[in-house]
């Protein structure tokens, strides 16, 4: 599977013009637990991006990797040529998380991304970070490219809303619904997103196992409830 990764990868990187720097390609995500197969399946449903969405190219990737559409799978599948690798000095350590979007927006500044869409790597599940951890970094990215996230709010792209969905749901995981909740409400979150938050409502329920945790999470599900009725109101409201 190694060799024919690289190869394709690599064939397929050559084919392009010389403003092409780096290539990636689709992974088969393997998920732990009984209900494993499950999830990866409504993992790969829930993960399906707009038609729309591009998955290659230059500058119309900035916003999709700052708005955590596009993925190269935690680095695992992204190739990058060395002579770039090297003038951009590689992933910058510093970050406890988001290493590899903030390495690969500084690919894309010195070339296009191209993408094999082969699931040629298998990647088994490995568990989050602590949700303040990722917080931190969430909150050094976005400085650090405060300018273009700037850029593009003004023109309507809700870029922090993505990465307050993302945070949302690794406090609800974890079982702290009140924080859940206060980064959901300043979230993007569309219908296709419900399930996963939802979800991990459930897992933060399930990892507590105490009575009055539960009984929280109850009243947090509750209010998340209320809070995309009202969405999806004002959703109604404005198609119509």
């Given at each position: 599977?190694?060799?024919?990764?690289?190869?394709?990868?690599?064939?397929?990187?050559?084919?392009?013009?010389?403003?092409?720097?780096?290539?990636?390609?689709?992974?088969?995500?393997?998920?732990?637990g009984?209900?494993?197969?499950?999830?990866?399946?409504?993992?790969?449903?829930?993960?399906?991006?707009d038609?729309d969405t591009?998955?290659?190219?230059?500058?119309?990737?900035?916003?999709?990797?700052?708005?955590?559409?596009?993925?190269?799978?935690a680095?695992?599948t992204?190739?990058?040529?060395?002579?770039?690798?090297?003038?951009?000095?590689?992933f910058?350590?510093?970050?406890?998380?988001?290493?590899?979007?903030?390495?690969?927006?500084?690919?894309?500044?010195?070339?296009?991304?191209?993408h094999?869409?082969?699931p040629?790597?298998?990647?088994h599940?490995?568990?989050?970070?602590p949700?303040?951890?990722?917080?931190?970094?969430?909150?050094?990215?976005?400085?650090?490219?405060?300018?273009?996230?700037?850029?593009?709010?003004?023109?309507?792209?809700?870029v922090?809303?993505?990465?307050?969905?993302?945070?949302?749901?690794?406090?609800?995981?974890?079982?702290?619904?009140?924080?859940?909740?206060?980064?959901?409400v300043?979230?993007?979150?569309?219908?296709?997103h419900?399930?996963?938050?939802?979800w991990?409502?459930?897992?933060?329920?399930r990892?507590?196992?105490q009575?009055?945790?539960?009984?929280a999470?109850g009243?947090?599900?509750?209010?998340?409830?209320?809070?995309l009725?009202?969405?999806?109101?004002?959703?109604s409201?404005t198609e119509n």
């Amino acid at each position: 599977m190694a060799s024919l990764k690289l190869e394709r990868q690599v064939d397929y990187l050559r084919s392009k013009g010389d403003d092409w720097v780096a290539v990636y390609c689709d992974v088969d995500m393997k998920t732990k637990g009984k209900s494993g197969p499950f999830r990866s399946i409504a993992a790969a449903i829930l993960s399906k991006s707009d038609p729309d969405t591009p998955s290659e190219g230059g500058d119309e990737l900035v916003e999709e990797v700052l708005a955590d559409r596009l993925h190269t799978s935690a680095g695992s599948t992204l190739m990058v040529r060395t002579d770039v690798a090297r003038e951009i000095e590689g992933f910058d350590t510093t970050f406890r998380r988001f290493q590899d979007p903030e390495f690969l927006m500084r690919v894309l500044r010195k070339g296009k991304l191209a993408h094999v869409a082969e699931p040629l790597v298998v990647r088994h599940e490995s568990g989050d970070p602590p949700a303040d951890v990722v917080r931190e970094a969430d909150e050094k990215y976005l400085e650090k490219f405060s300018d273009v996230v700037d850029d593009l709010e003004s023109k309507g792209h809700d870029v922090r809303g993505s990465h307050n969905l993302v945070l949302a749901k690794l406090y609800l995981d974890e079982g702290n619904i009140t924080t859940g909740i206060q980064y959901l409400v300043r979230s993007n979150a569309r219908p296709r997103h419900y399930p996963g938050v939802l979800w991990s409502a459930q897992n933060g329920v399930r990892e507590n196992g105490q009575g009055k945790a539960i009984l929280a999470a109850g009243v947090g599900l509750v209010a998340f409830l209320a809070i995309l009725f009202v969405v999806l109101g004002s959703s109604s409201e404005t198609e119509n």
